[in-house]
């Protein structure tokens, strides 16, 4: 029997982690599919507050990780497949193995929105990727296009001019979400081109089994082109991971965890941290705040239950 359970391991469960593991509490965190969530493939963060010069997603986060296991901190492969939040302790199934808890928190994060395009479902991994920092290296040199008009495509755009000949960025309107300095960058960059009112109808070639171009169409005029293309990225941004919760925890018509003030769920004893509840924010300073924020209602949960 555990006292708490951490299920995610980005910047609020390993922040969890650490406010848990240093109350004595010796919490468990379940890394999850992806470990290290969306820092770990994430380039360079500037703006968590302490890194003047700026710090790496992956080392961020892998650092907090350290600080969580220093005061006592576990750490488990893999993801929850099953959950019962039916009755205290709750049971979680880690692919196969029963754990309970006396606390839970979801810190689950949420993952890459795809276009859903039948082809581009069957290039992923061959030329389609949601990963700059991942698969950019392989596109030394070559053509790059990017869909997505936030921060992430921004980010990725920028960061994939290290690698590529060009960088398309195609968005489906001609006004963006991203913020104004990321934006501005995008506009900076002669490597970047823009090409906006547009949408990908079609990654080519499925039965080569690569990316080789893409037929585009323009929202405007209705017309479609097909151009050339060696990599595509989707940076058009996330779902939640909260499928495992359905019809116990509530969620919002989108997936996200409805929060019932401060951490709290629906649930007595369940709490939630980070992306996994917000879809305004969206921040690593903010999921660390978040998982504080559990950690401090699962220290005072279990301390006037007399654990
Ligand atoms: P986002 O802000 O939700 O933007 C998603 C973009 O994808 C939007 O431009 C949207 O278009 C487009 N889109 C959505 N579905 C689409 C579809 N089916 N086809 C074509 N386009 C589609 O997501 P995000 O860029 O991942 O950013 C998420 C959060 O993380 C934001 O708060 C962002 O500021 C933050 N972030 C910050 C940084 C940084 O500061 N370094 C880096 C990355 C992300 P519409 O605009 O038309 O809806």
Known sequence: MQNVVIIG????????????????????????????????????????????????????????????????????????????????????????????????????????????????????????????????FFYRDKQIMVVGGGDSAMEEANFLTRFGRNVALVHRRDSFRASKIMLDRVKANPKIELVLNSAVEEVFDVEKHIVTGVRLKNLVTGESTIREVDGLFVAIGHIPNTQVFKGQLDLDPDGYIVSHGGARTNIHGVFHAGDVQDRVYRQAITAAGAGCMAAIETERLLEAEGH
């Open 9 to 136: 391991s980005g910047c609020a469960g390993n922040t969890a982690a650490v406010y848990t593991a240093r109350a004595g509490l010796k919490p468990l965190v379940i890394k999850g599919h992806e470990a290290g969530g969306q820092l770990s493939i994430t380039t360079e963060v500037e703006n968590f507050p302490g890194f003047p010069e700026g710090i790496l997603g992956p080392d961020l986060v892998e650092n907090i990780k350290k600080q969580a296991e220093r005061f006592g901190a576990t750490y488990l492969d893999g993801a929850v497949i099953e959950a019962d939040l039916s009755k205290r302790p709750f049971r979680l199934n880690v692919e196969g193995e029963w754990i309970e808890t006396r606390v839970l928190i979801v810190a689950s994060g949420a993952k890459a929105r795809w276009l859903d395009l039948p082809s581009e479902q069957q290039l992923i991994g061959h030329g389609v990727s949601s990963c700059a920092t991942c698969d950019g």
